[in-house]
């Protein structure tokens, strides 16, 4: 392996600064594993915050309420069901789980969004706001589930619940840990010609 060599900044053959900030994007092919960020926040932008949290803002009371024009009835009645079998708290919704519900719409969609096409083109921006998204998500997360174990709203199928939010959990992880390697995790060097 040959050793990179290094040259005084003065040196003629020593790159200049253009030459070294020139970077492109590492393509999606090479970057398989974010293919999973993609969907992830795919399913979050078109599923999670803008159905199943926008019903929890649009029908402050699950137990009297109009079915709203959005989202449709069936998925607010989905939205229900999942509260009455499986989680009490999403039927409660107290004042606290409201304000996650509101972070959720107001930034966490849009930045869903964002970050699709920032992971999909392979743009370094993203980064800091990965990890300040992720930081946010598992601070929510552990909330929320503490208060599935221990509190009023307690879960009774608990198992299910810490299930269906460990995704929330461990994929804010892997972001964190992505983000985290390098300063550039999407690109690399362009080669000198």
Do not use: C
Request: aromatic share 14%; proline share 10%.
């Amino acid at each position: 392996m040959e050793e990179a060599v290094q040259y005084p900044a003065a040196h003629p053959e020593a790159p200049t600064q253009e030459q070294q900030a020139r970077r492109r994007a590492i393509p999606l092919g090479r970057r398989r594993l974010d293919l999973l960020f993609i969907g992830f926040f795919a399913v979050n932008l078109l599923f999670i915050t803008y159905i199943v949290d926008i019903e929890q803002i649009i029908i402050p009371n699950p137990f009297s309420f109009h079915y709203p024009i959005w989202p449709p009835a069936p998925l607010v009645d989905m939205v229900h069901w999942w509260g009455r079998t499986f989680d009490p708290l999403l039927l409660a919704r107290p004042v606290w789980w409201k304000a996650t519900i509101w972070i959720d719409s107001l930034f966490f969609g849009p930045f869903y969004a964002v970050a699709i096409y920032a992971f999909v083109k392979g743009k370094d921006w993203i980064r800091i706001p990965s990890i300040i998204w992720a930081s946010v998500m598992m601070t929510n997360v552990t909330i929320i589930l503490s208060e599935e174990i221990f509190g009023p709203s307690a879960s009774p199928q608990l198992g299910m619940v810490v299930l269906a939010n460990l995704a929330w959990f461990l994929l804010p992880i892997a972001t964190i840990a992505r983000m985290s390697r390098s300063e550039h995790p999407f690109t690399e060097p362009v080669a000198k010609a």
